[in-house]
Every structure is written in C-alpha cells, then in structure tokens.
C-alpha cells in the first residue's frame, strides 16, 4: 500500500509515522478514521503515535500496536 521503510529510519526515534506500520494497520487506521488517504488526517507529515524507547528495539507487530492503542482504534 504506502511505503514502509526500514523501522527505525524516520527523522525521530520518539516517534511512529503512519508509513512504519505494516500494510494491514495503515488499511485499519483509515477505514477507522474514516479517510481514503493518511494526508487526510496529516499522517503523511505527522505522527501517529509516540513511543518512549528505541524503534530499532521494537518489532513491526510492537509498533503497529502502540498506535493503535494510542490512536484508540483497540
């Protein structure tokens, strides 16, 4: 779907961008937020949540959850 770089390549560390999660939670997060496109909610340029350790350190599956908790999707 969108691009999905290596985690731990955004500009912060401290934070998850909405092309970090896997395809499945991007398709998610936009039927729950009611968009067709992440420049619709500003994901493209803003992130989805925030973390409080290393990216490097976390897995796909950890970062896909954490925004969803943060994002009140689960």
């Avoid at 729950?32 to 803003?46: I, N, R």
């Amino acid at each position: 779907m969108f691009s999905n770089p290596k985690i731990g390549d955004s500009v912060n560390d401290d934070s998850i961008m909405f092309n970090e999660l896997s395809d499945e939670i991007q398709q998610r997060l936009l039927s729950f937020a009611g968009v067709s496109h992440p420049s619709d909610k500003f994901w493209d340029v803003l992130p989805v949540a925030y973390i409080y350790q290393t990216k490097a350190h976390m897995t796909q599956i950890e970062l896909d959850d954490e925004a969803l908790l943060q994002l009140g999707v689960i």
